[in-house]
């Protein structure tokens, strides 16, 4: 549940606006014009033209949260808010927000030192060039702990640990 709560957090609240504002418009649009001027849905009974509305206008506001949850965390990540935005809206279907979930980045990491946000698998921060993993002592790239040779380069690698176990 908590990680339900904070993933809630991360949608910012002008989506939250805007889906109340969409949900609204789409209950009052069925309820107060569709279904009364549609011979077939007439004949419904109230319970059963207000469960219908509620029903199309709640779908239409978990979508357009979704929409805003992939503006948020694209944020969070450091990733292109307004394509993913776009995607996640143009695309049909809700494959827009399905390809988002496939192709996110990790989330961004303070740095110890200057607080900056960098990628997890970064081995330096870019703005003020601190260690935050070990890395090959060749290639400079990031590695694992109790790794004996750099899978990138071939270098064998001394034992010392890494930043983060300290």
């Known amino acids: 549940m908590n990680r339900f709560r904070d993933g809630i957090k991360v949608i ?5 606006l805007i889906a109340f504002v969409v949900f609204a418009c789409m209950f009052l649009l069925l309820f107060g014009i569709a279904i009364p001027h549609d011979p077939k849905l007439r004949g419904w009974p109230l319970w059963a033209g207000v469960l219908f509305s509620g029903a199309m206008a709640t779908l239409l506001l978990v979508y357009t949260l979704l929409v805003g949850y992939v503006n948020g ?30 192709m996110r980045e990790p989330v961004l990491e303070p740095c110890p030192k200057c607080h900056a946000l960098v990628r997890s698998s970064f081995a330096f921060c870019p703005n003020c060039s601190a260690q935050l993993r070990t890395a090959c002592p060749s290639c400079r790239r990031p590695v694992e702990p109790g790794w004996n040779t750099c899978a990138f380069c071939g270098t064998g690698l001394s034992l010392t640990p890494s930043p983060q176990a300290r």
């Open 73 to 102: 965390d694209a944020k969070r990540r450091g990733m292109r808010r307004a394509l993913w935005t776009v995607i996640a809206i143009f695309v049909p279907n809700g494959i827009g927000i399905i390809l988002y979930f496939f």
């Open 12 to 16: 910012p609240g002008p989506a939250w």
